[in-house]
């Protein structure tokens, strides 16, 4: 139906049904039907379609078709994927361009901008991305080629636009993997994007063509796909083992490790979801995945006594890679868009066209280079690695037998040691601050604790870390349903405490690269006086944020203390 397009890609929505009909059949009088009233035949075409899998048939598990077909208007690159209304279909050119750095990363043997191997044909790497975290680094062959002689109809309205094209398939298909050749012949009835707005009324269109040719001796084909039908099986999951039947798990009690799964179980699916928006460079996709990874990090940190230290430790290794690219992309596109922001809303006597040119360039390249860093990540062996161990993780938890009968007393236990360790690492802050501002430390305990403490941002970044924890760990044993306030007030609470270092640290940290560059401007002998008022006006903008931190602080401890 209606296209979106976007880096040489269009998606859209596909609804149709399909016909089995035998060769002697002919359409019948399609103008009987209703909200038809007139037809145009465009012509007879042959399309010649080749269909790609992973050897485990990953992407039928998941209802996923991926194919290069020639012939038509639509040759190209097409995957299609499960939606709530008919399916997605995405499509790129044939001669799609791969994309930087969208080569899978395999030691090597296949270097930035390559596509994968797919045996007779290559499937670029830009057709992949939607697709990444289901193929990751398998390889790509041949499942089947299917040849289609096609023959379309299309019904107009009375405006002469198309709601709707009956295809009269004649299809000769090849498995080429298990070596067997099929002929058949269906009706493929598609809806077009002058079909009715309303699901309802797309509805009674399709029942009314169904009934026009199911009078004309069609029956609704067994098989929704042809690639399924190729390959001798009514649905793509029949390509693949049965999936083991899982029952309905009940709604986790608050405060038990049941509840930690289900979230951490929620979280990888999350993840998944957010790694293909990533690629294609989707507005909140980056945040969105950041916070993801954020959240998976705490969660694993904060009970990791809940479970096996070997499989957790691997986990939150992966996940340490993979977050600090995630945030240095993060960080350097805030920067470039807050550079923007603060230029935009600099008085005209202020404007320097110099130091305009200098930020915004140095930003927007160090956007571009973390993001290219960010994309090599995502296609490097060691992510698919994560992803498979997550997986394998997610669907076995390794509950250790130590911790299994008492495993919510542990909960406890561990948001305890996150209010306490949030408790310390504000105290040491403060001592900071209060040092760095001139004051005397009053007791040897605080001289001691700032020893080893280079700067005050250092300190707060400690407390804005375990106030994040804190808020993830309390929030992952908070079900949907009534039940764990006192987990939600302290999440509320932690949250209020990482937001406000949010904000003070990006201050500081937008603070500092401006006065960075104004040395690199001064040193090309360039004026500096804009960098000076943009640094002084992030520096004042949240300085007060920590006024009242102790205060909340002991807040959140008191709240940890009564779970």
Partial sequence: MTPRGTHSMTTTTEIERKYDVDRQLRLPDLLQIPGVAGLEFPGTVTLVAVYFDTETMNLAQNRIVLRRREGGGDAGWHIKLPAREGRTEMQWPLDVETGSGSGIDLDDSTGPGEAIDGGATDVPGRVLDPIRTIVRDRPLTPLARITTIRTTVLLLNDEGDAVAEIADDDVSASD??????????EWEVELFSAAPDSRKARTALLDAVEAALRAAGAQPSTSIAKIARALGADALTELTPSAPRTTKRAEPHAGSAASVVATLRELGARLLEADPRVRAEEPKGLRTMTATVQRLQSVLAVYRRLFERDTIEALRADLDVVGSALEAAAHAEARAGRVQKSL??????????AAETRLLAETRADSLTAHAELRRMLTSR?????????????LHPAVTPETYETAAREVTKSLGRGGRRLRESTDVALAARASAAGAVPTTPGESSALAGIDTVAAALREVHTAARRLRHAAEAVTPAADGGKKYR??????????????AHGDDREFSVYVTGAATRAHAAGE???VYGVLATRAEVEHDDVLADMRGEVKHIDRLSHKL
């Fill in 489 to 502: 007030r302290l999440a509320a609470a932690a949250k209020k405490v990482e937001k406000a270092l949010d």
């Fill in 344 to 353: 935009d809303h600099l008085a005209e006597p202020l404007r320097d066209e």
């Fill in 527 to 529: 004026a500096t006086f």
């Fill in 176 to 185: 080429m993997r298990g070596g067997v050749f099929r002929k058949w012949r």
């Fill in 382 to 394: 060691p992510y698919f690695g994560l992803l498979d161990r997550l997986d394998v993780f997610l």
